[in-house]
């Protein structure tokens, strides 16, 4: 017989067309097929990243989320002009899974998470992809008997790469709920109308449950910018009124232009 996996569809076989009865809900012969799916809803939580790779003239970029699982794909909003951006967004879809309840738990497809920068003219550019798999997706079913399986999942970092290049980290988890063992869904933050600022396009964005959302703190950084020298050229001209951006989490501070960097390079 010819290797195949517990999947849809069908899968060629060597044997006779004799067909053998497994167990109950799907049959093997010259054909491998399921008579019942298994209903699941897949819940990407994404928090933030960090160190994504720069690819906009101005040393950031627009990041956007793109995860798949199965054969859905879901995408977050965009975030401007950052290299560690923070969506703080719930992405759900159901899925159906074939086979039993057993089967599915043990053969898990990954999550693909890509990551893109966000062209108004052109295609997007690839920042970088993780992969979380079966062992980094929370199953949450009440029928395995374990009170841990109906716990939330809990936010790790998955390393982005975008070819052998590392291209960051996100803050992220994924659970895969099983709607046929469960009374009651997990309750989902109620869906918000937001408008990117991007694209200006009107977009219902759930915020990350407050059972998965870590605990924040308020914070003040302060900065302090002396002056600049030795400045290279940019484009081949010399470099006369620069001034220093500071990015973090989304908020961006700016010094004062230096109007006569040559002879008055530091800032008042």
């Known amino acids: 017989t010819d290797g195949g996996g517990l999947g849809g569809g069908g899968v060629s076989s060597s044997s006779s067309s004799a067909t053998l009865a497994l167990r109950d809900g799907f049959t093997v012969g010259s054909i491998l097929s399921f008579s019942r799916a298994r209903p699941f809803q897949f819940r990407a939580h994404i928090y933030l990243a960090r160190n994504l790779i720069a690819e906009d003239a101005s040393g950031l970029s627009d990041p956007f989320v793109r995860v798949s699982f199965s054969c859905k794909t879901a995408s977050t909003v965009i975030v401007m002009e950052t ?37 108004v003219i052109g295609a997007d550019d690839f920042l970088g992809r993780g992969i979380a798999d079966r062992s980094q997706i929370k199953v949450r079913s009440s029928s395995c008997g374990s ?40 309750p989902l933050q ?20 407050a ?13 302090l910018a002396w002056g600049l020298r030795e400045l290279a050229d940019y484009q081949l001209l010399s470099v006369d009124k620069p001034h220093v951006e500071f990015e973090c ?13 040559t002879n008055l390079p530091n800032f008042k």
């Open 83 to 119: 290299v560690c951006p923070t969506w703080d967004q719930t992405l759900a879809f159901d899925v159906l899974l074939w086979g039993t309840q057993e089967e599915v738990t043990r053969n898990l497809p990954p999550c693909v998470v890509e990551v893109f920068d966000k062209d």
């Open 147 to 186: 009170k841990s399986d109906l716990a939330p999942a809990k936010l790790f970092w998955l390393p982005l790469e975008r070819g052998e290049e590392a291209a960051g980290e996100m803050l992220c988890c994924f659970e895969l709920v099983d709607v046929a063992a469960l009374d009651v869904l997990p």
């Open 190 to 209: 109620a869906a918000l109308p937001v408008v990117e600022e991007m694209t200006g396009a009107s977009k219902l964005v759930r915020r990350l449950p």
């Open 211 to 223: 059972d998965i959302r870590p605990k924040t703190h308020r914070c003040r950084i302060e900065i």
């Open 249 to 261: 989490q989304g908020e961006i501070l700016s010094t004062e232009v230096l109007k006569n960097y």
